[in-house]
């Protein structure tokens, strides 16, 4: 089965479950899941509005708003956000780049009042339901993640929490816990006749890892797998068909918390940020799918470069794990599916957030209500690199050491000074008989690769899917431009012919 198959949106179909360590859909088609997180809409994130200071997590930034701006503005303002943050074109156009999935970040502020008890705010389930029906229209599946439980399953600004300490894992006394289950029966109640939701994410990023300034935890895991088992054992009642999604503690980065499978329809969902993009950042997890069973998710990744996303989600990708990139949207960005343009006087907000001066009630709303314009997908600026980037499409950039294959005379070498072992910074170096060979993805158009190289003086051959369309002799420090037309994915092979060469980077553009 090719590449091209898994990721078709045509596989877009019925109910998702787990068979033999792989996803598949309500046919019984393997899919892999590939596509991005609308971060900072439902739950928003400082980083992603460049703040600083203690305005790093959502009722921070609402306090923030309503403070600068006045309490009639700032509620204006969140329901004009919540519009235009993430619109039906938003969706349109990660299926029209060819994602089959989103994940949707949820605050559970948005659904549920902060107040005793249990009461649903039903504006909150109205977007939600509006997400889930552009997401249908356009095949879409979507990831359901609880981002910010009550209490807090993090305890850090991702979280939403008051105070940096998961609540929902350490108070005895307060009803965090209940609330969180009665939040997932009532998504079950609403969603379980909807397969576009693709899986229930029960929490997002459980128990952080020691934080400086923060205070350190206890080790809670078994204390989430218990909430694990108590929270599907309730949707389960309601729900028996849709797929869970299940993190880890530590960022959702521990493989070894994976000693049962907690339900028959649960993937193994882990995150990889910062990390080397080589088999190092999957090993784990290949395991507890080997011991479980468990299909994998790499359900949140990114905030890096082209080159690295072009080394570490078509590795993925090969070992049947699907990839969701992180976030769809923010601020002045170059490496998200599209930048949001900062507002002309945006600095006057960024300042006062590290304890500059404050603007005036009149410039601090004209500041907002620039950015809610810029926020619409149509005022954004488009960075389809990236999205190239993620499946090595046309228009992406990748180091020619993230080779999936090699051999005969083919090494990895320094580059200006440093250790071979610094990935961004490693060549490959080919000698007589070397090869090695690449996997890229197509839109079915012709294309050209372009391979930048110190040549010395050589001869080498290329090959898509062992077929040889350039045999040559070629000279110097250059970039060797091949075209070539496929429209199923495929691998591209360099071999050294004669003579002896030294790789930098490779291109896959559009003709």
């Known amino acids: 089965m090719g590449l091209n198959e898994k990721l078709s949106r045509d596989r877009v179909f019925g109910f998702l479950r787990g068979e033999n360590g792989r996803i598949v859909n309500g046919r019984g088609e393997e899919i892999l899941l590939v596509g991005m997180g609308i971060g900072n809409w439902l739950l928003p994130e400082g980083y992603m509005w460049k703040f600083g200071g203690p305005y790093n997590r959502p009722h921070r930034i609402g306090r923030l708003v309503r403070d600068l701006c006045g309490t009639e503005y700032a509620v204006n303002f969140w329901r004009e956000f919540r519009a235009n943050y993430v619109t039906e074109a938003d969706i349109r156009a990660m299926a029209e780049y060819g994602f089959n999935s989103v994940r949707l970040p949820v605050n559970w502020r948005v ?3 902060d107040e005793p008890g249990i009461h649903w705010r039903p504006n909150g389930f109205r977007i939600i339901d509006r997400f889930l029906d552009w997401c249908e229209k356009w095949k879409l599946y979507v990831i359901l993640d609880l981002h910010g439980a009550p209490g807090g399953q993090t305890g850090h600004n991702i979280d939403d929490s008051l105070d940096d300490i998961p609540r929902l894992f350490t108070d005895t006394e307060s009803d965090s816990r209940g609330k969180t289950i009665a939040l997932w029966e009532e998504f079950a109640r609403r969603y379980r006749d909807r397969w576009i939701v693709g899986m229930y994410d029960l929490l997002n990023e459980p128990v952080r890892t020691p934080v400086e300034g923060a205070k350190e935890l206890p080790d809670l895991s078994e204390e989430l797998k218990q909430f694990y088992r108590d929270c599907i054992a309730a949707v389960r009642k309601i729900d028996a068909r849709h797929m869970f999604s299940l993190e880890s503690v530590f960022w959702a980065s521990r493989s070894d918390f994976f000693t049962e499978r907690f339900d028959d329809n649960a993937c193994a969902h882990f995150h990889r940020y910062w990390c080397p993009p080589d088999r190092s950042a999957l090993d784990g997890f290949l395991g507890v799918r080997e011991k479980l069973g468990m299909p994998l998710f790499l359900g949140e ?9 072009a080394a570490m989600y078509p590795l993925a990708l090969s070992h049947d794990i699907g990839v969701n990139v992180w976030p769809w949207k923010k601020l002045e960005t170059n490496n ?3 930048s949001v343009k900062a507002p002309a006087e945006w600095d006057w907000i960024r300042n006062y957030t590290v304890g500059g001066d404050r603007p005036s009630y009149e410039r601090a709303q004209r500041i907002f209500d620039e950015y809610l314009t810029n926020i619409r997908y149509e005022n954004c600026v488009k960075l389809p690199r990236v999205i190239a980037s993620i499946t090595r499409s046309p228009g992406c950039v990748f180091r020619a050491c993230d080779y999936s294959a090699c051999s005969g005379d083919v090494r990895r070498v320094d580059h200006e000074g440093n250790p071979a072992e610094k990935w961004e910074n490693t060549l490959v170096s080919f000698g007589p008989d070397g090869e090695a060979s690449w996997s890229l993805h197509t839109d079915g158009e012709a294309g050209v690769v372009t391979v930048e190289a110190d040549f010395g003086s050589s001869a080498l051959e290329v090959q898509a899917d062992g077929e040889t369309v350039l045999r040559t002799s070629v000279s110097g420090k250059r970039e060797l ?31």
């Open 111 to 113: 659904v549920m009042e």
């Open 481 to 511: 431009r091949i075209p070539l037309q496929k429209s199923e994915a495929f691998t591209l092979t360099l071999r050294c012919v004669r003579g002896g060469f030294t790789l930098d980077r490779i291109g896959w553009e559009k003709a």
């Open 336 to 338: 998200s599916g599209c």
């Open 301 to 309: 990744t990114g905030e890096n470069t082209g080159e690295w996303f």
